[in-house]
C-alpha cells in the first residue's frame, strides 16, 4: 500500500510564475490536508479537503491560493504570482476519516527565485 | 483559540540517558492526540494517537501517555537514531483539522 505521494519533491518557480503541487492520498482515505513549513519552524494548516468539497481554508492565505480535490485525480495545491516569501516545504498529509491519524506525504519544496 | 504547547525546544541527551518530552493542549473536547517524528527534509511519520485520559501507547523506546491537559513521549536508553524532531498534534474538535505544536528538537549523542 503506497503511503501519501506528493510530487514534484522539488520546484524552483520565478516571482510571478505559478506553482502547482499535486498530492495522492494513500488509497481508501478520501480526507486531505495542505500544511506548510519554514525552515525550524512547525507545520502551519492551510487547508483541509474532502473528495470535491473544502472544508476549512482558515489557513489559506485568500488572495494566489487555491486548492481543490477532484472526484478523480490528485489534490492540487496552485499558488498564482509566486513571491519569494512563498518559499517553503509544502506537506500534504491524507486520513480514512475524521477523528483518525493522518499520514503525510514527504513533502515539495518550493524554491521562488 | 485551540493551542498545543510543546516543551523543552531543544533537548540534548546522552545515549542511555532516559528523559520526557510535553505536549500541553487547550481544546474543548479533545477528539485525538497525535504524535509524529520528523527527520530533516522529510515528512512527519506517525507514531501514536491517544484517545483518552489514562491511555499509553508503546513502540520501542518510545512511551506515550495522555491526561487531560498534557500529553508525555517517554523515551528510554535513547540511541543515536533517535535523534530526529517530535512532534504533537490535536484534532480542532470543530473542522477536524490537525493543529501542531513546534515540536522538540531531540539530539541523542553517541
Known amino acids: 500500500n503506497a503511503g501519501v505521494m506528493q510530487n514534484p519533491r522539488h520546484l524552483v518557480r520565478r516571482r510571478g510564475q505559478e506553482a502547482r503541487l499535486r498530492c495522492s492520498p494513500m488509497k481508501g482515505h478520501s480526507h486531505v490536508y495542505w500544511y506548510r513549513q519554514l525552515p525550524e519552524e512547525g507545520l502551519k494548516f492551510m487547508v483541509y479537503?474532502?473528495?470535491?468539497?473544502?472544508?476549512?481554508e482558515s489557513g489559506m492565505p485568500k488572495e494566489r491560493f487555491s486548492a481543490e480535490f477532484p472526484k478523480e485525480g490528485p489534490s492540487i495545491l496552485r499558488i498564482q504570482q509566486v513571491v519569494r516569501g512563498d518559499s517553503a516545504a509544502y506537506f500534504c498529509?491524507?486520513?480514512?476519516?475524521?477523528?483518525?491519524?493522518?499520514?503525510f506525504g514527504q513533502g515539495t519544496r518550493l524554491t521562488v527565485v | 483559540e485551540d493551542q498545543v504547547t510543546q516543551s523543552p525546544e531543544a533537548l540534548r541527551l546522552q545515549e542511555g540517558e532516559s528523559s520526557s518530552l510535553n505536549c500541553s493542549y487547550t481544546v474543548s473536547g479533545l477528539r485525538g492526540l497525535f504524535w509524529y517524528r520528523q527527520d530533516p527534509g522529510k515528512g512527519p511519520e506517525f507514531l501514536f494517537t491517544l484517545y483518552s485520559a489514562g491511555e499509553e501507547k508503546e513502540k520501542e523506546r518510545l512511551k506515550a501517555t495522555l491526561t487531560k491537559k498534557e500529553s508525555f513521549l517517554h523515551i528510554t536508553a535513547p540511541k543515536p537514531e533517535d535523534s530526529a524532531t517530535y512532534l504533537c498534534a490535536v484534532q480542532d474538535p470543530g473542522t477536524y483539522k490537525y493543529i501542531f505544536g513546534t515540536g522538540t528538537r531531540l539530539k541523542v549523542l553517541a
Open positions: 479537503l474532502q473528495k470535491e468539497n473544502i472544508i476549512d
Open positions: 498529509a491524507s486520513s480514512e476519516g475524521s477523528g483518525t491519524e493522518a499520514f
